[in-house]
């Protein structure tokens, strides 16, 4: 059974006070009896004030990026010690706003993935195609180069500690959001190519979430679709009642 995961990032958004005031709604209006994981993803500058807040509840706390050595002469960059050290849980790799604008590529990627596991940190990777490569019909091949250039050389028994994110380019920030089918179509593939690069057993437990202008109104929807195990959201999570709306989606139907 895979665990789902609500998935807050809130990208270079809030001061400390907006960022405190933000964690503190969201733990206050979770069902105390939530059985998913629900994390946010502050800003660095926001991580110890988030911290603070919701240390006494189950809500996880994620960085949105960091690099992959430990320590040293990297002006500006932020390492997984120091993670660790404020308390985060997981860190959110290759979200494609770090692929696109910051250039980061696969092989940095994957340097980042081995040192994040290696600080036991857990990893949300992060994969999907641009509106160009899905008009050319070129979405699973680039989600398969993804997830093997980004989880090479990464053992079976440390793809527990990853979740992975289909979160297609062309949805995301715009409000335009995969439907539904097109959405478990990606995650199928997705674990179909895990299947093939581990085994069945790994691709069955390994967590997908879909990110893409989730809202209130559209989550019920995907969390139907039995390969959807959450969702990592942008825009939605900065807005308290409409997050918690999201994090307390509605069962329908098939799941
Ligand atoms: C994201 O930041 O990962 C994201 C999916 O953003 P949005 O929900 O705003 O599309």
Redesign the pocket.
Known sequence: MRKPMIAG?W?MHLTRKEAGELASAIKKGLDPDLKHEVLLAPSFTNLETVKNIIFDSKILLSAQNMCWEEKGAFTGEVSPLQLKDIGCDYVIIG?SERRKIFGETDETLNKKIKSALKNNLKVIFCIGETLEERENNQTYRVLQTQIQNGLKEISKEDLSAIVIAY?PVW???TGKTATPDQAEDAHIFVRKEISRLYDTNTSENIRILY????KAENIDELMAKPNIDGA?????SLKADKFLRVIHYQKVLSK
């Open positions: 990032n990208k979200h979160e949805a995301i920030g990110g893409g202008s989730v990592l959201v942008g825009g939605e």
